[in-house]
T-cell receptor, first 112, second 115 residues
Framework: QKEVEQNSGPLSVPEGAIASLNCTYS??????FFWYRQYSGKSPELIMS????GDKEDGRFTAQLNKASQYVSLLIRDSQPSDSATYLC????????????FGTGTRLTIIP | KAGVTQTPRYLIKTRGQQVTLSCSPI?????VSWYQQTPGQGLQFLFE???????NKGNFPGRFSGRQFSNSRSEMNVSTLELGDSALYLC??????????????FGPGTRLTVL
């Protein structure tokens, strides 16, 4: 059973601070990792994708991947109230054409 | 480029009825995947179509079916609706699918309510 796990939260972070979101996955064959943001009542939108070990930065967002430990994280610097949403970790596995497996999401609230 | 579109946006049906949902992918995208999202189960993969062929399927009963047309548009059908089918149904498109570095882009979803 391929699984992706996230802390459901809610995670509350003061405005301007760093929000740290974590995700673990069970299948070592996983090759692609994505972070989606979903506002209440809306569809998921892609924030970051990462495929290699290490860090990948895009503006205020940094994705970190550690395949040996089977975790991927998302850091949001200078958190803004508009960052309040549910963040979904999604994993694409190596073998077959299996599609994205999602974690249940972490609800993030930025406190002004 | 226009994004993924889904119709209708909202549906209300009664138990036992059937429903068909439609998805138009981003131009040039040939892979269309369908997901069901519920508060309890989160986002769950239903199936994926590529070049009019179902390439992968999730763990849903046979009441859930789909198809893809030559223009890559896809439809999803749910027969004999149950209360538990109430959910947000999301369609996502990508260039080729198949995992790897391909990225999926989601449509706005169809909110299905079964009474």
């Amino acid at each position: 059973q391929k699984e992706v796990e996230q802390n459901s939260g809610p995670l509350s972070v003061p405005e301007g601070a760093i929000a740290s979101l974590n995700c673990t996955y069970s299948d070592r064959g996983s090759q692609s990792f994505f972070w989606y943001r979903q506002y209440s009542g809306k569809s998921p939108e892609l924030i970051m994708s990462i495929y290699s070990n290490g860090d990948k930065e895009d503006g205020r967002f940094t994705a970190q991947l550690n395949k040996a430990s089977q975790y991927v994280s998302l850091l949001i610097r200078d958190s803004q109230p508009s960052d309040s949403a549910t963040y979904l970790c999604a994993v694409s596995f190596l073998f077959g054409n299996e599609k994205l497996t999602f974690g249940t999401g972490t609800r993030l609230t930025i406190i002004p | 480029k226009a994004g993924v579109t889904q119709t209708p946006r909202y549906l209300i049906k009664t138990r036992g009825q059937q429903v068909t949902l439609s998805c138009s992918p981003i131009s040039g995208h040939r892979s269309v995947s369908w997901y069901q999202q519920t508060p309890g189960q989160g986002l769950q993969f239903l199936f994926e179509y590529f070049s009019e062929t179902q390439r992968n399927k999730g763990n849903f009963p046979g009441r859930f079916s789909g198809r893809q047309f030559s223009n890559s548009r896809s439809e999803m059908n749910v027969s004999t609706l149950e209360l538990g089918d109430s959910a947000l149904y999301l369609c996502a498109s990508s260039t080729t699918g198949g995992g790897g570095t391909d990225t999926q882009y989601f449509g706005p979803g169809t909110r299905l309510t079964v009474l």
